[in-house]
């Protein structure tokens, strides 16, 4: 197999037959003529299969080492589909702090449907050990969780897990396959929400499933198409385009990332600095490990509660209040109130101090000192003067 940057550039996207164009068509049309009846050229109708979606498949497929790529209109409808593929009365264990949407998708859509399921906190494989639900068919990672930046350690979790014959299926959002590949570690399947770091410009909204499972891949290909979240042809082309350059902007989020790290450990506003980069961060041994390097997402406890994190939120000029991550520009927010609003009250409440930030690719002493002085501002009883 040719280089992870290659791949990026170049997989499903062998200059077009017909032209000669070095970039794949947006195939706008609906459907597709058949010479005779049932006989085509692989594609009849664009839910079904449509060629700009299958390069994008093909290239997103190799980039996680997978043997097969479902792209989906969003994260969720992603996760969704992969839920489908459980039956009534099977478990699913998700962690303690799951992406907001996913724990909402799993308690309130399918739980409703029949499906049980459980929070653990997973970057403690020996939880899992321990405490193994009866019926258990899937446990859904994430690593670095979000917004905790726990880590959990794939091929643990992927042992004992098989050894009791459920799937893990790991939500590689925050990592992506440039810095993580959990098939290679042993994962069932990953998951996307191309959304982020795969798009990577906040103009784009998609969802991918990578597996090398033939039984699963069919199962959702057949979801892909049975329910019908499928992103547009532009949609795809987005993607495409995003992530040929998604290796170099990993390696800037990164370096950035370790300058907002080190300024934040020093101030005197933050008590505490999450990030697996860290030598003193508990899954620091294993991000190590699984991970090319630590990725762009920091989070932070603010002196002062929530009062503050929200004053320091707002106050950022460069990093920009929103939701959402994973892209060329910084973002600040505040998860308990954000993000997690969903999880409040129940076992995945966010501690309301917390900031999470999402470090693009700007200069990186232009971030620095946007957060410093915000965090300034905060008076000196760590409030919100
Ligand atoms: C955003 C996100 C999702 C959901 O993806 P959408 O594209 O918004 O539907 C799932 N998991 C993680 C970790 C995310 O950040």
């Known amino acids: ?15 077009d037959p017909v032209t000669g164009a070095v970039v794949p068509p947006i195939s706008l049309a609906t459907t597709f003529a058949q010479e005779a009846v049932g006989r085509h050229r692989g594609y009849e109708y664009s839910r079904s299969g449509n060629p700009t979606r299958a390069a994008l498949e093909a290239c997103l497929a190799a980039l996680e080492g997978a043997s097969h790529g479902v792209a989906f209109a969003s994260g969720l409808a992603a996760t969704d589909a992969v839920l489908r593929t459980l039956d009534p009365g099977d478990h699913v264990v ?75 299926v790991v939500d590689n959002t925050f990592a992506t396959p440039y810095l993580q590949r959990p098939l290679e570690l042993g994962a069932d399947a990953v998951v996307h929400s191309s959304t982020k770091y795969l798009g990577g410009h906040s103009d784009v909204v998609g969802g991918f499933v990578a597996t090398s499972d033939d039984e699963l891949a069919q199962r959702l290909r ?91 939120v707002e106050r950022t000029r460069l990093f920009t209040l929103a939701e959402s991550l994973g892209a060329v520009e910084s973002l600040i927010e505040h998860p308990a109130r954000m993000t997690h609003a969903s999880a409040a009250g129940s076992a995945l409440e966010v501690d309301p101090a917390l900031v999470r930030c999402s470090v693009g690719i700007e200069t990186a002493g232009d971030l620095v000192a946007d957060l410093r002085s915000a965090l300034d501002s905060l008076d000196a009883a760590g409030g919100a003067a």
Not at 241 to 269: F, I, Q, S, W, Y
């Open 1 to 15: 197999m040719t280089g992870f940057e290659t791949r990026a550039v170049h997989a499903g996207q062998d200059p």
């Open 222 to 312: 057949f979801l892909q198409n049975a329910t019908g979240a499928v992103p547009s042809p532009f949609d795809c082309y987005l993607v495409l385009r995003g992530v040929k350059t998604l290796a170099v902007r990993m390696d800037r989020h990164c370096e950035n990332a370790r300058a907002v790290v080190a300024m934040l450990a020093a101030h005197p506003r933050v008590e505490q600095v999450l990030y697996p980069g860290l030598a003193d961060h508990p899954g620091h041994a294993v991000a190590r490990a699984q991970m090319r390097d630590f990725g762009g997402m920091v989070s932070f406890r603010v002196a002062g509660g929530e009062p503050a994190a929200i004053a320091l």
């Open 94 to 168: 998700i962690p303690v702090d799951a992406y907001g949407g996913t724990y909402r998708l799993v308690s309130r859509v399918h739980a409703p449907q029949g499906i049980t399921w459980s929070a653990a906190d997973l970057s403690d494989p020996g939880t899992l050990a321990g405490g193994w639900p009866e019926r258990t068919r899937l446990v859904w990672v994430e690593t670095p969780t979000n917004p905790l930046l726990s880590i959990v350690d794939i091929a643990a979790t992927a042992r004992i897990a098989h050894a009791r014959g459920a799937r893990v």
